[in-house]
C-alpha cells in the first residue's frame, strides 16, 4: 500500500480481494464458427518449413497438383503445421481459406478443426437487407464453394489426422499477381510493425509510411499488405500504448485538487489484482467542515446504473439548521456487497477524523446494514421515512391508514401522540378492522 498525506489529505490505495472477475467452466462439447465474410489471419509460414512438412507426409507434388487422396489419413504432430501446409496450399492454387469450424471441450482442448475456402456458403438472409442498415454492404462473396481441410486430433492427443479434403472449386482462381491481396495472405509482419512505430515516432503520416515501405518493397505486390492493413496495424498499436484512461483522468484531477485550489483535500482509492480502479472515495474542505458541525444525522444511499459506467455511486448528505441538505462525500464502488460498504464507511471515517454519527439513515439494504454495525457500533440505524412511507402505501390500501401514517411519521411521534392518544389509538384500531376485513394485510 502507497499512501501519501498532506495536513489532513490522503491520496492513497490498496488492493482488494474482490477483482469483479468471473470464471466459465466448460464441461461440455463447444463448437463455434467464425463470423459473416471473416477470413483467418495468415499462419506464420517461416515457423514451419514447407518441404519439411511435405517431406514428413511423404508428398512429392506441387501443391497445384494435390489432390484429396495425397493428404486424406496422413498425420502431422502439430495443428499449426496443417494451418501452415494449407495457407502454402491456397496460396500456390490461388483462393483464400478461413476458419470454419473448431470443436474443443475442457478435458481435451481443441480437438477438431475445419479450414474452407473463403468463398464456401451463401451470407445469412439477415445480412443481406438489415432493415437498421447505415453502411453500404460488403459486396458478396460467398458462392457456396466446397473446398475445405478437415482435421481431428488422435486419442493420444499426439498427431492431428486429416478426416476430410475436397480441392474442388466453382469459381474463377486469383491470378498470381492477385494472389497477395486476399485477406489470408496478407499480414504485417512484426518486423514491418516495428518500422511503423519508428516511422511514427519520428512524425510521420501513415499515408507517407505506407508510399515509403511499398517503394523499399518494390511494388504493393511484394509489402504482403495493403494500405488499410496499414491503417488498422498504426492504430491498433496506438491503442496499446495508450495508458492514459477515464480512471487515470480522474485520479489526476483529484491529485490536482489536492495541490493548488483544495489543500485539504480527501481521496483515496483502491484496486484490485489487476491494477483496476474498483473503489474511490472523495471529500472537499466544504464538505468536511459541514459534517464536523452537523454530524448528529448522516443518510447515505446508492444510485445504481445510472451512471456510464454502471457503478454504485453513493452519497453522504446531511441536513443543517435551515432543514438544507448538505453533502459530506461521494464515493464509486465496485458492487454492493458488504466489502465495499466496509471499505467505504471506514474510509468516511478516516477522512472524518473518526468521529461517527450519532444516527444513520439509509433504505434497509441487508448488506448496508451489516456494513453499518460493523464500522458504526456507536451509531444508531434507522430506515428513511420515505422508503416507510412507499411501503405502509403500496402494501395497506386505506387511505385513512396511510394519511394516519404520515401524520405519525412526519410530525413529531412523541408529542403528537401524548396529546392525541385516546383519537389515534382508536384511529388505528378502526383502520387495522377495516383492513383485516378488506384483506388489506
Not at 498532506?6 to 462439447?29: L, M, Q, R
Not at 466453382?170 to 518486423?191: C, D, G, I, P, Y
Request: glycine fraction near 6%; proline fraction near 3%.
Amino acid at each position: 500500500m502507497e499512501e501519501t498525506t498532506e495536513s489532513t489529505t490522503s491520496y492513497s490505495h490498496e488492493p482488494v480481494e474482490n477483482s469483479g472477475t468471473c470464471t466459465v467452466n466448460i464441461e461440455s462439447d463447444q463448437c463455434t464458427a467464425n463470423a459473416e465474410e471473416d477470413e483467418i489471419a495468415p499462419a506464420d509460414v517461416s515457423s514451419y518449413d514447407w518441404l519439411s512438412i511435405v517431406d514428413m507426409l511423404g508428398l512429392q507434388k506441387h501443391p497445384a497438383e494435390l489432390v484429396p487422396g495425397d493428404v486424406v489419413g496422413k498425420e502431422l504432430p502439430l495443428l499449426e503445421m496443417w494451418e501452415c501446409f494449407y495457407t502454402t496450399y491456397s496460396r500456390s492454387v490461388g483462393f483464400g481459406i478461413r476458419i470454419h469450424t473448431t470443436s474443443n471441450n475442457e478435458s481435451r482442448g481443441v480437438w477438431r478443426r475445419e479450414w474452407v475456402c473463403a468463398r464456401q456458403g451463401f451470407r445469412r438472409e439477415k445480412f443481406l437487407s438489415p432493415a437498421d442498415r447505415k453502411r453500404r454492404p460488403r459486396d458478396c462473396t460467398r458462392c457456396g464453394c466446397t473446398a475445405c481441410l478437415h482435421v481431428l486430433k488422435s486419442m493420444s492427443g499426439t498427431s492431428w489426422k486429416v478426416q476430410r479434403c475436397d480441392t474442388n472449386h466453382n469459381h474463377v482462381l486469383a491470378a498470381q499477381e492477385h494472389l497477395q491481396f486476399l485477406r489470408s495472405n496478407r499480414k504485417v509482419t512484426s518486423s514491418q510493425a516495428s518500422q511503423i512505430r519508428t516511422y511514427k515516432y519520428s512524425g510521420l503520416r501513415t499515408c507517407d509510411i505506407v508510399n515509403l515501405m511499398v517503394q523499399q518493397a518494390g511494388g504493393f505486390e511484394r509489402l504482403g499488405f495493403t494500405r488499410k492493413d496499414a491503417y488498422n496495424k498504426a492504430a491498433a498499436m496506438h491503442r496499446a500504448e495508450t495508458v492514459e484512461t477515464d480512471s487515470e483522468g480522474l485520479l489526476g484531477y483529484l491529485a490536482s485538487k489536492i495541490d493548488s485550489t483544495d489543500p485539504t483535500f480527501y481521496a483515496k482509492y483502491a484496486i484490485d489484482e489487476e491494477d483496476r480502479l474498483c473503489h474511490i472515495f472523495w471529500s472537499d474542505s466544504g464538505c468536511q467542515r459541514d459534517y464536523m458541525c452537523l454530524s448528529d444525522v448522516l443518510a447515505f444511499d446508492t444510485t445504481y446504473q445510472s451512471n456510464a459506467f454502471n457503478k454504485p455511486l453513493v452519497m453522504f448528505v446531511g441536513v443543517n439548521n435551515h432543514f438544507q441538505t448538505c453533502v459530506f462525500g461521494f464515493a464509486l464502488l465496485l458492487n454492493e456487497k458488504i466489502e465495499s460498504y466496509k471499505w467505504v464507511l471506514e474510509t468516511f471515517l478516516d477522512c472524518m477524523h473518526r468521529r461517527q454519527p450519532a444516527v444513520v439513515v439509509t433504505d434497509g439494504d441487508a448488506a448496508m446494514k451489516a456494513a453499518i454495525i460493523l464500522c458504526f457500533p456507536d451509531s444508531t440505524h434507522r430506515l428513511c421515512g420515505w422508503h416507510l412511507s412507499t411501503n405502509a402505501t403500496s402494501n395497506i390500501k386505506s387511505p385513512d391508514f396511510t394519511k394516519a401514517f404520515r401524520k405519525l411519521l412526519y410530525n413529531g411521534m412523541p408529542c403528537w401522540i401524548n396529546s392525541n392518544c385516546t383519537t389515534m389509538r382508536g384511529l388505528l384500531q378502526r383502520i387495522s378492522r377495516d383492513c383485516i376485513g378488506q384483506k388489506h394485510f
